[in-house]
């Protein structure tokens, strides 16, 4: 059986954080669903498309991986899409308590989808899509940030919003 997992999140934007996460699980698993929220509370600084666009662009290498948006709950996604898994980092202890909640929250409703934690690499812990935004809007340096290959993209976009 092909053992597929979803690492779900907003991505606004994708971060060295996420990308370092993603790598990782597509080291575990024989197949990555990168699944971007399309209608997120958050409302968020890059379209579904943009964040689409900006993963594929930082994930070019790798070839089990899939980007794909997703709308509503996450619990019927991994159904329709027959993933086992959902994969998440954490970062610090306060990540914990909405995390534990979510998963308890997918395991209600759909007992067969398992949460798996990988903690976060020590350099990205303090990493996040909002540190990004604000730096980069306050024209500050996101070189260690974000990937290379759409650094430029990320800054400009962003900059344009100032
Ligand atoms: O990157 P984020 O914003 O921390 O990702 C959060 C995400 C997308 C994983 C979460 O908001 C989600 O799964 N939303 C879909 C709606 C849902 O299933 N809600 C019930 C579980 S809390």
Redesign the pocket.
Known sequence: MKRTVIC????DPVTLGHIDIISRAAKMFDKVIVAV?VN?S?KPSFTTEERIELLRKALAGFDNIQIESFD????EYARKTGANAVV?GLRAVSDFEYEF??SL??KK?NPDLETIFLTSRAEYMFLSSSIVKQIATLNGDITNFVPECIHDEIKKRLASNV
């Open positions: 779900p999140g907003s991505f929220l997120s958050k509503g709950l996450l619990a998440r909640q979510m929250t997918n409703l």
